[in-house]
T-cell receptor, first 109, second 114 residues
Framework: RKEVEQDPGPFNVPEGATVAFNCTYS??????FFWYRQDCRKEPKLLMS???SGNEDGRFTAQLNRASQYISLLIRDSKLSDSATYLC??????????FGTGTRLKVLA | ETGVTQTPRHLVMGMTNKKSLKCEQH?????MYWYKQSAKKPLELMFV???????ENNSVPSRFSPECPNSSHLFLHLHTLQPEDSALYLC?????????????FGSGTQLSVL
C-alpha cells in the first residue's frame, strides 16, 4: 500500500463547479499535512496547510480526518486558472515529507 | 519566484558524462533537499541537508553525489547515469527541519539521460 494515495484523475469540471479531492495516508504517526499545487512542467507550490480544525482560504477549504486517515481539499466556484495537479503531503518525523502522485484537475469553459 | 533558483532548467546527458545541478536559495533557510519526480510517480526524497550537514540519504545510488558547501547552496553531481534516471530534479528549502515547516521548491532541472 502506498504511504499517501490520491486519485490521479483527471477531474473535468465546468467553471463555477465545486470539486473535492481526498487523499489517504497510511502512517498514523504523520504529524502535519499540506496541499501543494503543481502546474504542468513547473515546481510544486504550497497551496495550504491542513489542520485538524479545518482550514479555509477563500474558495479553498482543507480538512483532516485523523480517525479515517485522510485529508480533503474542496474548491468552490472553480476557475479556469485552477487547472493543475494537486499534491497532498503527509509529514512524519522532522522532515519526512511523503507526497502523493497528485490529482489532476481540468476546469472547462 | 519562490526564492529558490535551480540551474540548468534542462539537461541532456549521455551515460558516460559528468554533470552537476546547482541550487541556490535566498530565503535564509537552514535546510535544503533534493527530490526526484518521475512521470506518474510521487516526489521521492533523495537527500536532506541541515546547516550544510547531510541528515538523510534515502538509499540513493552512488552515481548521485550531493554537495552542500553552505546553507544557501546545494549541488547534485551526476556521473554514469542510466536512462531510468531521466526525471525532474527538484531542490527545496525550509526554514528548519520541523514537520510544520513548508517546503519552497525551485523550478527544477528536467534531466534526460540518453
Amino acid at each position: 500500500r502506498k504511504e499517501v494515495e490520491q486519485d490521479p484523475g483527471p477531474f473535468n469540471v465546468p467553471e463555477g463547479a465545486t470539486v473535492a479531492f481526498n487523499c489517504t495516508y497510511s502512517n498514523s504517526a504523520s504529524q502535519s499535512f499540506f496541499w501543494y499545487r503543481q502546474d504542468c512542467r513547473k515546481e510544486p507550490k504550497l497551496l495550504m496547510s491542513v489542520y485538524s480544525s479545518g482550514n479555509e482560504d477563500g474558495r479553498f477549504t482543507a480538512q483532516l480526518n485523523r480517525a479515517s486517515q485522510y485529508i480533503s481539499l474542496l474548491i468552490r466556484d472553480s476557475k479556469l486558472s485552477d487547472s493543475a495537479t494537486y499534491l497532498c503531503a503527509a509529514i512524519s518525523g522532522t522532515y519526512k515529507y511523503i507526497f502523493g502522485t497528485g490529482t489532476r484537475l481540468k476546469v472547462l469553459a | 519566484e519562490t526564492g529558490v533558483t535551480q540551474t540548468p532548467r534542462h539537461l541532456v546527458m549521455g551515460m558516460t558524462n559528468k554533470k552537476s545541478l546547482k541550487c541556490e536559495q535566498h530565503l535564509g533557510h537552514n535546510a535544503m533537499y533534493w527530490y526526484k519526480q518521475s512521470a506518474k510517480k510521487p516526489l521521492e526524497l533523495m537527500f536532506v541537508y541541515n546547516f550544510k550537514e547531510q541528515t538523510e540519504n534515502n538509499s540513493v545510488p552512488s552515481r548521485f553525489s550531493p554537495e552542500c558547501p553552505n546553507s544557501s547552496h546545494l549541488f547534485l553531481h551526476l556521473h554514469t547515469l542510466q536512462p531510468e534516471d531521466s526525471a525532474l530534479y527538484l531542490c527545496a528549502s525550509s526554514q528548519e527541519l520541523n514537520p510544520n515547516e513548508k517546503l519552497f521548491f525551485g523550478s527544477g532541472t528536467q534531466l534526460s539521460v540518453l
